[in-house]
């Protein structure tokens, strides 16, 4: 693929509207198992689109990844960190796509049915098991932290290059080149 000095429009709108997603979501999730107010059912009601709506747009952002081209890092940024940098994308790619099917396997499990709004609901991924929803319930939480903690470095290191380093690896995302 030819260089660019820029990820693909689509991709970086789709970074952008899933890492405000991902935030709500790991959000409404806390919220969600530390209530038993009346808010609980309303939590749910938006956590289960919330979660397919990432599941899709994470399979979208994928397929993009890997039919367009994308900016090199900078030839200033150590090899351990490029890896380093490979490596946690991947992971984040990784924990956005098993997230909701940790979800959906655990409700799936509980017999619980993931409705999506007027009248929407999706099939079980999996057959009832009470083991196994004991498996994937704090699956689902320790994926959930996980994707959380990540999302903190990841912040930490786009902060880094657009207000510290100033390579252009920021910019990439954002489309807009500082002079």
């Known amino acids: 693929m030819k260089k660019v000095a820029y990820f693909h429009p689509a991709l970086r709108v789709l970074h952008w509207l899933m890492a405000a997603a991902i935030l ?11 209530t038993v107010s009346s808010l609980h059912s309303l939590l749910v009601s938006i956590h289960k689109p ?21 900016p090199s890092l900078p ?25 909701p099917l940790t979800g ?9 049915p993931v409705t999506l709004g007027n009248g929407i609901v999706l099939p079980p991924i999996m057959h009832v098991n009470n083991d196994w929803y004991a498996l994937l319930r704090p699956l689902h939480t320790w994926v959930a932290l996980a994707l959380f903690a990540t999302v903190l470095l990841h912040l930490a290191a786009a902060l880094l290059h657009a207000f510290v380093l100033r390579d252009g690896v920021f ?7 500082k002079p």
């Open 104 to 112: 959906w396997a655990m409700l799936s499990a509980a017999g619980y």
């Open 50 to 70: 919330l979660g397919v709506m990432i599941l899709l747009l994470v399979i979208v952002r994928l397929w993009l990844r890997f039919t367009t081209a994308t």
């Open 75 to 99: 030839a200033s940024i150590p090899a351990w960190q490029r890896t380093m940098a490979h490596l946690s994308h991947w992971a984040l790619y990784l924990m956005m796509l098993a997230q």
């Open 171 to 177: 910019s990439s995302m954002t489309g807009i080149r």
């Open 24 to 34: 709500i979501m790991l959000f409404i999730g806390v919220a969600m198992v530390s």
